[in-house]
């Protein structure tokens, strides 16, 4: 049973005519006959008493009148609510991260937004594998962030910042003295902690490879999240190589540059035909300005 043979049901039922009631329905005649037919093989009874020159209803169709008006009023209302639902629900920006880097680089554009746009809701999925992507091309999120642009013709991609490399290391470590340090310096510089992609990105992954050298696997410390090496690090155990993305260092650590790497561009990548208002809003937002990215 559907609103389509109700309606049918209580037009007919209305006029007692089927020319009449397609009329009123702006569809066929025999359009109309169908509806009824189908729903009085559904319901197991006639609704109306039909011949050459005349319409009229059953007992059971005078029964399932009232019925009928009833369903289509819940319906009619149901779908009002639900339309007055969405008008008053907060527009949704799903937001895709790999780590708590990315989580702490998005605080300073979300309460911007928050106070510019009360009627938007970030929803934040944070899922540090290569199926964030997926989700991106399927729909479910609208934006998530790389060190590298992608390959495909379907996603663009806006430049947010261009991210120095630091050498990270707690402040009581032997590299700690230094203002700035050489990749030689790195490679005598004790344990280092690393991450496989793509829980750390492959141009990090990279310079975390010429910063290891040709040093022996117990000074090699092989992390499963990126957080572990930061707190390797923080504890001492270790340092570790990774771009310094504005708004995300931890307190208590130090950051020192590593002046031979370049410095790493890290994009916000979307979907070419995105053309929502709100997104082109959060990117505003996002990118970072020389002046304000973190010394």
């Known amino acids: 049973m559907n609103t389509t043979q109700l309606e049918c049901f209580v037009t007919v039922a209305n006029f007692l005519n089927f020319s009449r009631?397609?009329?009123?329905?702006?569809?066929?005649?025999?359009?109309?006959?169908?509806?009824?037919?189908?729903?009085?093989?559904?319901?197991?009874?006639?609704?109306?008493?039909?011949?050459?020159?005349?319409?009229?209803?059953?007992?059971?169709?005078?029964?399932?009148?009232?019925?009928?008006g009833e369903i289509l009023k819940l319906s009619a209302l149901s779908k009002a609510r639900l339309k007055q639902a969405r008008a008053t629900l907060p527009t949704r920006l799903v937001i895709g991260c790999r780590n708590m880097m990315e989580l702490r680089f998005l605080s300073p554009a979300l309460q911007a937004m928050r106070q510019t746009d009360s009627s938007l809701l970030p929803v934040l999925r944070l899922i540090p594998f290569d199926s964030l992507e997926n989700l991106l091309r399927d729909g479910d999120i609208d934006v998530l962030f790389s060190f590298q642009p992608p390959d495909s013709a379907r996603l663009k991609t806006r430049l947010l910042a261009r991210c120095p490399v630091m050498c990270v290391c707690s402040p009581d470590h032997p590299l700690a003295e230094y203002d700035r340090l050489t990749?030689?310096?790195?490679?005598?510089?004790?344990?280092?902690?690393?991450?496989?992609?793509?829980?750390?990105?492959?141009?990090?992954?990279?310079?975390?490879?010429?910063?290891?050298?040709?040093?022996?696997?117990?000074?090699?410390?092989?992390c499963d999240q990126q957080e572990v090496s930061f707190t390797l690090a923080e504890a001492g155990y270790a340092f570790t190589v990774t771009a310094d993305l504005p708004h995300a260092r931890i307190s208590g650590l130090r950051y020192i540059p590593v002046p031979e790497f370049p410095a790493l561009p890290f994009y916000a990548v979307f979907l070419a035909d995105n053309r929502r208002r709100s997104l082109r809003q959060f990117l505003d937002l996002l990118t970072v300005s020389p002046e304000s990215a973190e010394p």
């Open 21 to 68: 009631a397609a009329e009123q329905l702006r569809i066929t005649q025999p359009a109309v006959s169908h509806q009824i037919n189908s729903l009085e093989d559904e319901l197991g009874v006639k609704l109306f008493h039909r011949t050459s020159k005349s319409v009229r209803l059953t007992q059971e169709g005078f029964l399932f009148l009232q019925y009928a």
């Open 183 to 222: 990749v030689e310096q790195l490679h005598s510089g004790g344990r280092i902690a690393v991450c496989r992609p793509p829980i750390s990105p492959q141009p990090i992954f990279t310079l975390q490879g010429q910063a290891a050298g040709s040093r022996e696997p117990g000074q090699i410390l092989f």
